[in-house]
């Protein structure tokens, strides 16, 4: 079946650290793969996507790559801000068929201190 | 802008009641979801609908039922609340093949006591 697994948080950086959050799929046919974030008591917004392999998406500062051959949707930034704590969701989507129900994975907290 | 609201950002509610929790979008979006969330699970789709009337369910319906009587409103329903029902509840729209993605609402945090 169709999975997305990322890394468990929390991760704690400084601000202007370098972010990597690990996020790997298991998906039949070819999925579009998106990265959503959702900010203290709020709900969740897209951040960005991809819906082929080597697309990049990027947004914000953040991006991620699709990488088919690895089935991985890293997301990165160069420099975080205090401001990017928010919990952060990988998730999937099969294409096909009338509706497109996401796969989620169970997010990764992000904490950046000042 | 793009909008889906959910009637309450908080609720409390005690075992054994009839819980409703609304979703409306201005987005004329076929499509509309409900999520709940929880710690280290992530969020998991107990329903979704694709047209009005119509629903299917997702990978927990279990004491849950939902009804959209019209396009922009998707309601979820608790017959009878239970303690394990505590929860984040998340409503989103779009994701149609021509709307690649979902909007979400704020969450409503259901505690059942």
């Known amino acids: 079946g169709n999975s997305v697994t990322q890394m468990e948080g929390p991760v704690t950086l400084s601000e202007e650290a370098f972010l990597t959050i690990n996020c790997t799929y298991t998906a039949t046919g070819y999925p579009s793969l998106f990265w959503y974030v959702q900010y203290p008591g709020e709900g969740l917004q897209l951040l960005l996507k991809?819906?082929?392999?080597?697309d990049k998406g990027s947004n914000k500062g953040f991006e991620a790559t699709y990488r088919k051959e690895t089935t991985s949707f890293h997301l990165e930034k160069g420099s975080v801000q205090v401001s990017d704590s928010a919990v952060y969701f990988c998730a999937l989507r099969n294409r096909g068929g009338a509706t497109n129900k996401l796969i989620f994975g169970t997010g990764t907290l992000l904490a950046v201190q000042p | 802008d793009v909008k889906v609201t959910q009637s309450s950002r908080y609720l409390v509610k005690r075992t054994g009641e009839k819980v409703f929790l609304e979703c409306v979008q201005d987005m004329d979006h076929e499509n509309m979801f409900w999520y709940r969330q929880d710690p280290g699970l992530g969020l998991r789709l107990i329903y979704f609908?694709?047209?009005?009337?119509?629903?299917e369910k997702g990978d927990i319906p279990e004491g849950y039922s939902v009804s959209r009587e019209k396009k922009e409103r998707f309601s979820l329903i608790l017959e009878s609340a239970s303690t394990n029902q505590t929860s984040m509840y998340l409503c989103?729209?779009?994701?149609?093949?021509?709307?690649?993605?979902?909007?979400f609402g704020p969450g409503t945090r259901l505690t059942v006591l």
């Open positions: 609908s694709y047209d009005v009337k119509m629903k």
């Open positions: 989103a729209s779009g994701g149609s093949p021509s709307t690649d993605t979902q909007y």
């Open positions: 991809a819906t082929k392999a080597d």
